[in-house]
């Protein structure tokens, strides 16, 4: 048996902090195959939850390929309705997924536990947390493990869209926040 730790695609090097500057959309950031139980959809139902002046400055941006199902078309057709600027992004390779983490400011993965299928430990969650984004995430499976609620992001029990909408916006509204989580990520 060999024993093989898990990698960030950013070969554990500290990304420097962003600069504190000021931009017109807050971007809020997805990577994770396009499946039901990374809970793409239910980040976009939950940011459409919010009051339509906070939806005018997000922008919602996936990274990841399609899975086997329609899962893809039903996100598509609800990016679509939900008056949100959202931005597929398909798979990138990693020298431009790095680009991507840091022009966002929240990172979300939404992950519920989908038939036998559960989150486990996560990878993502810590190479966003390299990258500074403080994170939003349901808290199953393993994902405490990496994401400390009130410290690197916010965790919210799954099935509780109002709870995660107003995790969204929490951060949303409050910069040095953000930073903060972000930082301790860091």
């Given amino acids: 048996i060999f024993l093989t730790p898990g990698a960030l695609r950013s070969d554990f090097a500290v990304v420097p902090p962003k600069p504190n500057t000021r931009k017109e959309k807050i971007i809020v950031l997805t990577v994770g195959r396009l499946h039901p139980r990374k809970g793409q959809l239910l980040t976009l139902q939950a940011l459409q939850m919010l009051a339509p002046e906070v939806r005018a400055r997000l922008e919602y941006w996936i990274v990841g390929g399609q899975s086997k199902s329609n899962y893809e078309d039903r996100l598509r ?4 309705e939900s008056g949100l600027a959202v931005k597929f992004f398909g798979n990138i390779p990693d020298e431009e997924l790095s680009d991507l983490y840091e022009h966002a400011d929240i990172f979300a993965m939404t992950s519920i536990n989908h038939g036998h299928s559960i989150e486990g430990f996560g990878l993502v969650y810590l190479e966003a947390a390299a990258h500074g984004l403080p ?14 609620d009130g410290q690197t992001g916010l965790l919210v029990p799954p099935h509780r869209p109002a709870q995660l909408a107003a995790a969204f916006e929490k951060l949303i509204h409050d910069a040095a926040l953000r930073r903060r989580l972000g930082s301790a990520g860091r």
């Fill in 77 to 80: 057709i609800a990016a679509g």
């Fill in 135 to 148: 994170v939003v995430a349901h808290d199953v499976g393993g994902v405490s493990e990496a994401v400390i």
